[in-house]
Protein backbone atom coordinates (compact mmCIF):
# COMPACT_ATOMS: atom_id res chain seq x y z
CA UNK A 1 0.00 0.00 0.00
CA UNK A 2 1.13 3.28 -0.94
CA UNK A 3 0.94 6.10 1.79
CA UNK A 4 1.11 10.09 0.92
CA UNK A 5 3.35 12.52 2.94
CA UNK A 6 1.10 13.11 5.33
CA UNK A 7 0.23 9.73 6.42
CA UNK A 8 4.15 8.56 6.26
CA UNK A 9 4.58 10.91 8.68
CA UNK A 10 1.94 10.37 10.88
CA UNK A 11 2.96 6.61 10.89
CA UNK A 12 6.70 8.34 11.89
CA UNK A 13 5.67 10.31 14.78
CA UNK A 14 3.37 7.84 16.11
CA UNK A 15 6.47 5.07 15.75
CA UNK A 16 8.82 7.87 17.53
CA UNK A 17 6.37 8.80 20.17
CA UNK A 18 5.68 5.68 21.01
CA UNK A 19 9.42 4.55 21.40
CA UNK A 20 10.29 7.44 23.82
CA UNK A 21 7.64 6.44 25.61
CA UNK A 22 8.99 2.47 26.17
CA UNK A 23 12.18 4.02 27.00
CA UNK A 24 11.68 6.64 29.36
CA UNK A 25 9.48 4.58 32.27
CA UNK A 26 9.15 6.23 35.42
CA UNK A 27 8.43 3.70 37.28
CA UNK A 28 12.02 1.83 36.18
CA UNK A 29 13.96 5.27 36.32
CA UNK A 30 14.62 7.33 39.29
CA UNK A 31 14.39 11.45 38.58
CA UNK A 32 16.02 13.81 40.87
CA UNK A 33 14.15 16.45 42.13
CA UNK A 34 16.07 19.82 40.59
CA UNK A 35 15.92 21.74 37.76
CA UNK A 36 19.36 21.36 36.94
CA UNK A 37 20.87 19.04 34.23
CA UNK A 38 19.41 15.60 35.73
CA UNK A 39 21.52 12.24 35.48
CA UNK A 40 18.93 9.29 35.55
CA UNK A 41 19.25 6.57 37.46
CA UNK A 42 17.55 3.32 37.25
CA UNK A 43 15.22 1.18 40.12
CA UNK A 44 17.59 -2.05 39.07
CA UNK A 45 20.46 -2.96 36.73
CA UNK A 46 17.67 -5.06 34.11
CA UNK A 47 16.02 -1.70 33.88
CA UNK A 48 19.45 -0.02 32.64
CA UNK A 49 19.77 -3.16 30.31
CA UNK A 50 16.28 -2.75 28.79
CA UNK A 51 16.37 0.93 28.60
CA UNK A 52 20.26 0.07 26.64
CA UNK A 53 18.23 -2.09 24.48
CA UNK A 54 15.74 0.08 23.33
CA UNK A 55 18.26 2.85 22.79
CA UNK A 56 19.70 0.60 20.57
CA UNK A 57 16.59 -0.06 19.01
CA UNK A 58 15.77 3.78 18.66
CA UNK A 59 19.37 4.25 17.11
CA UNK A 60 18.82 1.32 14.58
CA UNK A 61 17.73 1.11 10.96
CA UNK A 62 14.29 -0.24 11.18
CA UNK A 63 12.02 -2.31 8.45
CA UNK A 64 12.00 -0.32 5.44
CA UNK A 65 8.32 -0.91 5.08
CA UNK A 66 7.87 1.10 8.53
CA UNK A 67 9.39 4.28 7.08
CA UNK A 68 8.97 3.88 3.96
CA UNK A 69 12.69 3.28 3.43
CA UNK A 70 15.37 2.01 6.32
CA UNK A 71 16.12 4.54 8.60
CA UNK A 72 16.06 4.61 12.41
CA UNK A 73 13.64 6.92 14.60
CA UNK A 74 16.39 9.46 15.00
CA UNK A 75 16.56 9.92 11.61
CA UNK A 76 13.03 9.82 11.02
CA UNK A 77 12.74 12.48 13.54
CA UNK A 78 15.17 14.75 11.31
CA UNK A 79 13.42 14.07 8.51
CA UNK A 80 10.39 15.03 9.96
CA UNK A 81 11.48 18.48 11.72
CA UNK A 82 13.54 19.26 7.92
CA UNK A 83 10.34 18.98 6.01
CA UNK A 84 7.09 18.74 7.49
CA UNK A 85 3.94 18.45 6.49
CA UNK A 86 2.29 19.63 9.67
CA UNK A 87 3.77 23.05 10.98
CA UNK A 88 0.95 25.41 11.77
CA UNK A 89 2.17 28.79 13.07
CA UNK A 90 5.61 27.39 13.73
CA UNK A 91 3.99 24.86 15.78
CA UNK A 92 7.34 22.61 14.54
CA UNK A 93 9.87 24.47 17.05
CA UNK A 94 9.04 22.06 19.83
CA UNK A 95 9.81 19.23 17.88
CA UNK A 96 12.78 20.74 16.77
CA UNK A 97 14.13 21.42 19.90
CA UNK A 98 13.35 17.91 20.94
CA UNK A 99 15.50 16.58 18.56
CA UNK A 100 18.03 18.64 18.88
CA UNK A 101 18.04 17.76 22.63
CA UNK A 102 18.31 14.05 21.90
CA UNK A 103 20.79 14.66 19.17
CA UNK A 104 23.36 17.52 21.28
CA UNK A 105 22.64 14.34 23.98
CA UNK A 106 23.55 11.57 22.64
CA UNK A 107 26.57 13.03 21.14
CA UNK A 108 28.30 14.31 24.26
CA UNK A 109 27.42 10.75 25.72
CA UNK A 110 28.94 8.83 22.93
CA UNK A 111 32.05 10.95 22.74
Not at 37 to 48: E, M, R, W
Request: hydrophobic residues 40%.
Amino acid sequence: MEYNAIEIETIQLKVITEAIDEMVNHEAMNFPKRNTDVIVGFSSSTHKKVFNILLVDFLSNLDKGLFNNSSSCLKALREVCNSPSFNASNSIACLEKMFLFLKNGLRKKLA
